[in-house]
């Protein structure tokens, strides 16, 4: 199928832009992009950039106008999750979501299903396209391109729009995705005050706490720590997963971890045919153990 | 106004990578079914809003009506009445179609969703039925509140980097995000023993004009390989030492 011109919407976020530009150019390179902003310029490798600096939301009718004017749209993140369905239906589009890996050539794209226990393949038959994309798995193309955003009016009524009224930032403490040792906790360490012993492992071995979504439902430790399908990604050398089943869903964030270590009372624990190092004990126990052992050798 | 929260009843998506198998490209048929994980914190934030504003709320879902005894977890947690519209296509048109079908039926005005299902996984069903009903659509949201001395919500949405609070009016559709302040309840006795009187209606399916969005190809189960190795436990100072060593030699630490 010729693709002769593209799509790009999303957030102004340098890794979503990225990701995007990356993927738009395997199309075709005739690209242009909106973006929810309130920058002036945006480095992207596109001909022109519509701007709106409100919630997709309130310009959705705005967006369908523009974008049935191209073959395939691509869009990720929030934005995505506000646009792409209602775009796919207004647009009589054929779609895909939550892509993962695209093979360009045949128009397929595949999606991981069941908690990353199954991949299905979708074909794209017919234009327009929308495709939906799954952050972090695509390469973040920067672009040293710099585009003038043209801002668009959102066009709906006052009495429809949705406003914000309050913005409260999550101060974010670790970066989970770039450390190189993680020690992740589940709904095995049973409290918060378990969480703090964690923390200070992974001090002592020069790595930051993460854990399983059962942790953070518990309120142990916060929901930036999550790590797996909807949580981070890691990309650490080493892993220390104490507590820890080991669900599909947990296990797709820590791929490409090089060194899983499991510690966990149940022999029979899914984690440990992931984990390079098994150790069959009470965390608490084997924590001890570590700190005494660390000690030893690091005085 | 009446309330809806849409839920799916899915296999057990904690069934372990080795025990997941397929049958007709569709995971096997023969593990528990339990109520989606974001479908169950979705109810929760309709309960919520339903003591908060004192309205009607409808369970809802697309699918066999042998599915009942699951799908009665939303009654026993504390929702009025369950709608089951009969019927097993995967196809999120078909389902979102149908949803709405039982959406304007049972004159609902605010719906529910949870983010994602969790086996398809393709967070398409909630933005759809938002689309066919032409209602405003909100995505990752994890509590709704009906203002006191207007028309208006204002609803809490949890983005990787902030927390939004927005108000609005008029009908709209949100997907529910998991957080601690909409954790599951646990249906207590009471509750229990009343959903036994709670009114179940099931509806008859109706074919949406079929929407060719893509072409299923194939399914496949991924294939990873890894080398594990059990450490001895009978002195965990000894398995430490151990580790520490091997890590060391492996220039991990
Ligand atoms: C759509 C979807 C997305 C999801 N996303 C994520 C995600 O991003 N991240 C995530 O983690 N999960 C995610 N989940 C949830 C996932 O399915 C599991 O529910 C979750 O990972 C379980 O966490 P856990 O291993 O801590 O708890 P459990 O499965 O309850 O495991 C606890 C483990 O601790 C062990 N244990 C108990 N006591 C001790 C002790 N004293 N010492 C040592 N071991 C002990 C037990 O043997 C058990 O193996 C998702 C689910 C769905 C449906
Ligand atoms: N068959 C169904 N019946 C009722 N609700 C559904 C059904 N399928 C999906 N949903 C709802 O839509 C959400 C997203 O599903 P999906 O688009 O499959 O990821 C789910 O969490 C449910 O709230």
Redesign the pocket.
Known sequence: MKVNNALIISDDSKDRLGELNFVSHKFCNNIDAIVFSNKSEIEIDANKVFGFNTLPVNAIDRIAQIAKNYDVILTNGIVGAYVGGILAYKLNMSCV?GVNEIKYDDFIFIHSAYGDKALFEYKIERLPALIVLKEKYFEALASTNKVNVEYVEADVSKQDTVTVIKEEKIEKTVDLGKAKIVVGGGRGIGSKEGFAILEKIAKKLGGVAGASRAAVDNNWISYQYQIGQSGAMLSADVYFAFGISGATQHLAGIKNVKCVIAINTDEQAPIFKRARYNIVADWKEFVNALINQLEAVNG | MNIG????VVYDYETPAEKFHLGNNRMHGDYKEVL?L??EH?IEVALQLKSNMNAKLYA????KSDKVSVLKKALSMGSDELIVINGEK?D?FQ?AYN?VNAINKYDIGLVV??????????????PL?AAMLNWRYLPYVISITKDENNDRFTCIQQLEDKNLTLSLGGKFVA?ITDAPCNLPRIPNLKEIMKSKSKPIHIEDEVNFTSFDWAREMDVKIPTYEYVNEMLPNEDLNVTAKLLIDNLKKEHYL
């Open positions: 979501f | 929260v849409c839920i799916k989606g974001y479908d979705a809802i879902s697309y699918a995967d999120p389902t949803l969703f949870g983010r994602m299902s969790s086996d398809l996984e393709r967070e398409m069903v909630p039925s997907s």
